[in-house]
């Protein structure tokens, strides 16, 4: 259940699994959130894109047509988006939680996550990307490596608030012109007496957990 008041982002990030990441109590606050969505139609799909702080200051909003080879590519695209975006108004230190529909999204950015910490730089289970995404999975790969601490999130297409964005980019393109805005959370309140919610790291999948 997600906690009143908060803000909207951050409660879909807390409140959904990480995969292949758990959750340590010191990771449940994120400095930066970004949800990304990709849309593919026949007649034309669109990008969106929406950035909160911690807080939940929104950062920028993003609606933009596109003509993707199909809707997975179309997903990779919108999180290269994002990240270049984020990544113009982000200090490089910041920790990033990072929002998508899409299981296969989360599971590759986790992973590839992850293999900056191995020794030999190789992820724990294998990354596959959709061959027609091209220079898109090398440049999200660089924008993880830009920031101190990257996590995904597996999110509902429902609750996706990129989800309209990419879906009627015309409609929504008046959140193009908003203006740019480089702002940073407030500062972290105090935990003492609060309890951290459990792991998310692959809940749905028979309860098995992955070391952080």
Not at 13 to 18: I, L, R, V, Y
Not at 82 to 105: E, F, K, N, T
Not at 148 to 171: F, G, K, M, T, Y
């Amino acid at each position: 259940m997600a906690a009143h008041g908060r803000p909207a982002l951050r409660n879909l990030f807390d409140e959904s699994p990480t995969p292949h990441i758990a959750h340590p109590p010191r990771t449940h606050h994120r400095d930066f959130y970004v949800a990304t969505d990709g849309s593919f139609r026949e007649s034309g799909g669109g990008l969106g894109a929406v950035i909160e702080t911690r807080d939940g200051t929104r950062v920028a909003r993003v609606a933009a047509a596109d003509t993707p080879p199909d809707n997975n590519v179309a997903e990779y695209r919108a999180l290269h988006l994002g990240l270049d975006i984020l990544a113009a108004r982000a200090p490089r230190d910041a920790s990033i939680g990072v929002l998508v529909d899409h299981d296969a999204l989360a599971s590759n950015v986790n992973n590839s996550v992850l293999a900056t910490r191995h020794p030999d730089g190789k992820p724990p289970r294998p990354v596959s990307v959709p061959t027609a995404t091209g220079y898109h999975w090398r440049g999200i790969r660089a924008r993880l490596s830009g920031f101190d601490e990257v996590r995904a999130a597996r999110i509902d297409s429902d609750q996706n608030p990129a989800h309209p964005l990419a879906n009627e980019p015309d409609r929504y393109r008046h959140v193009n012109r908003e203006p740019d805005r480089c702002v940073l959370p407030d500062p972290l309140e105090s935990a003492t007496g609060e309890f951290p919610p459990p792991s998310r790291a692959d809940r749905n999948n028979g309860g098995s957990r992955a070391s952080d």
